[in-house]
């Protein structure tokens, strides 16, 4: 088992800056990739970043040149930077673990609680 935690989450106003964190405890070692999702109300949840093993990314068309995702392997710790947010960042945003490659389509293994970003203009 996986167990993810996510925090950094706010409200920021449009133009500014967030940085989620999402610390990840249990059998981390058997995960392949990581990533973030998030879903806005009514709509339904989408990947937003994704980072495997071998640092190869993938990254939401929609937010490609303003999120990055990293990873910081010491601390069991993978982030989201995000810069230039817009009110349609708004969305509840959720950290994922994959056994396999997480990508658009696919189901990750393990779920954080996810952590509320809020968009004002």
């Known amino acids: 088992q996986v167990q993810l935690v996510e925090s950094g989450g706010g409200l920021v106003q449009a133009g500014g800056s967030l940085r989620l964190s999402c610390a990840a405890s249990?059998?981390?070692?058997?995960?392949?990739?990581m990533a973030w999702y998030r879903q806005a109300p009514g709509k339904q949840r989408e990947l937003v970043a994704a980072?495997?093993?071998?640092?190869?990314?993938i990254y939401a068309g929609s937010v490609k040149g303003r999120f990055v995702i990293s990873r910081d392997k010491a601390k069991n710790t993978v982030y989201l930077q995000m810069n230039n947010l817009k009110p349609e960042d708004t969305a509840l945003y959720y950290c994922?673990?994959?056994?396999?490659?997480?990508?658009?389509?696919?189901?990750?293994?393990?779920w954080g609680q996810g952590t509320q970003v809020t968009v004002t203009s």
């Open positions: 994922a673990a994959g056994l396999g490659r997480i990508r658009v389509g696919t189901v990750p293994d393990y």
């Open positions: 980072l495997a093993s071998g640092a190869s990314t």
């Open positions: 249990g059998s981390i070692f058997s995960t392949n990739s």
